[in-house]
């Protein structure tokens, strides 16, 4: 299975809003709404901040929302902050019953 | 609150087994609902699902490493486990235990990660 497809990097100023996108096939992103996003400090664990396209786990901030149209996952963060500084990686479950991660994208804050 | 502790050598030698295991505390592995699994992020690279179990025993794994992969799960001591066969270098990488959620691909609580570097 290939990984999912996002862009390398995304920047942009504080306050603005940015967006990740997450490409993959219809036996992945476009055949279940089962995609999940994950911020990723390195050295630490992963922090899951969307799940099931669009759902916030209790206690991530609404600057965080997530959407889906076909093979294409989105990832949408608004009111860019400083600390949002870090890597994003989607993840889709598959119609192979397993799962595969994105290539990750590196958000710049300039 | 739920926590999950990866423990296991962090070298091991070329054409080896990696052995890891993720001690999970604050809740029962037991559960109907949740799955357990494992995610591997190599150097200067990205994350990668390399398994998950059901705590019944029932495994699924990423094509790429079938061959070479083996969880397991013991209720008794709320653990599972990673086996991972004939290591080279391109099997060193921070290796993560995570907790699968109520739906697919919720990967909800993580380890801190261990790293293990496949070395002479």
């Known amino acids: 299975q290939s990984a999912l497809t996002q862009p390398a990097s995304v920047c942009g100023s504080p306050g603005q809003s940015i967006t990740i996108s997450c490409t993959g096939t219809s036996s992945d992103v476009g055949g279940y709404n089962s995609v999940s996003w994950f911020q990723h400090h390195p050295g630490k664990a992963p922090k899951l901040i969307i799940y099931d396209v669009s759902n916030r786990p209790s206690g991530v901030s609404n600057r965080f929302s997530g959407s889906k149209s076909g093979n294409t996952a989105s990832l949408s963060i608004s009111g860019l902050q400083a600390e949002d500084e870090t890597e994003y990686y989607c993840?889709?479950?598959?119609?192979?019953?397993?799962?595969?991660f994105g290539t990750g994208t590196k958000v710049t804050v300039l | 609150q739920l926590q999950l502790q990866e423990s296991g050598p962090g070298l091991v030698k070329p054409s080896e087994t990696l052995s890891l295991t993720c001690t999970v505390s604050g809740g029962s592995i037991s559960g109907s609902t949740y799955y357990w699994g494992w995610v591997r992020q190599p150097p200067g690279k990205g994350l990668e699902w390399i398994g998950t179990?059901?705590?019944?025993?029932?495994?699924y794994y990423n094509p790429s490493l079938k061959s070479r992969v083996t969880l397991s799960v013991d209720t008794s001591k709320n653990q599972f486990s990673l086996k991972l066969d004939s290591v080279t270098a391109a099997d060193t990488a921070i290796y993560y235990c995570?907790?699968?959620?109520?739906?697919?691909?919720?990967?909800?609580?993580w380890g801190q990660g261990t790293l293990v570097t496949v070395s002479s």
């Open positions: 179990i059901f705590y019944t025993g029932s495994t």
């Open positions: 993840c889709s479950y598959t119609s192979s019953d397993t799962y595969v």
């Open positions: 995570a907790r699968r959620g109520s739906s697919r691909a919720k990967f909800d609580y």
